[in-house]
């Protein structure tokens, strides 16, 4: 049996995709921004001395992707590396105070950029779309909490 490319879940979430991440580069561009840079000062603000593993590790990117954006946002001095003091082997991670300014501007797009999507939706679609979201990220097992 054919199904119309219409209603194949992995294509229309390829699609819807593509029109969500251009939405948000659209939102970052002005910052000179992608939204990996944003997603890296959010956790890094709540998790200050993170380990630069660990900030890959809840990215979802290989090392070299993660060095490379990490330096960045380091030569932005968005974000500092500071000498794990538990190991000094590894780097901590924490937020610049030039990084802490500009983070309220950032969520303030991010939060626009929320509404868009949210105002495509009726209520009560936006739960039921992010809870089967979740369960297909379970997939290949991502626990995007």
């Given amino acids: 049996m054919q199904h119309s490319l219409s209603s194949q879940i992995g294509l229309l979430l390829r699609f ?6 251009g939405d948000l580069l659209d939102t970052f561009k002005p910052f000179g921004f992608r939204p990996q840079h944003y997603a890296a000062l959010k956790i890094v603000d709540s998790k200050p001395g993170c380990k630069q ?3 890959g590790g809840a990215l979802g990117i290989s ?7 990490i330096d960045e946002l380091v030569e932005q001095k968005l974000i500092e590396r500071r000498q794990n003091l538990e190991d000094r082997r590894s780097n ?5 105070a030039r990084g802490r ?3 309220p501007e950032l969520d303030r797009g991010q939060q626009a950029h929320e509404g868009r999507l949210a105002s495509l939706l009726e ?5 039921i779309l992010v809870a089967l979201l979740r369960k297909l990220g379970k ?3 991502l626990d995007v909490t």
């Fill in 139 to 141: 997939l290949r097992k």
């Fill in 53 to 55: 593993q660990d900030l």
């Fill in 63 to 69: 090392r070299s992707n993660l060095v490379m954006l």
């Fill in 101 to 103: 300014a500009l983070l």
């Fill in 123 to 127: 209520e009560g679609e936006q739960e």
């Fill in 92 to 96: 901590a991670l924490h937020l610049s």
């Fill in 16 to 21: 819807a995709q593509a029109a969500v991440w």
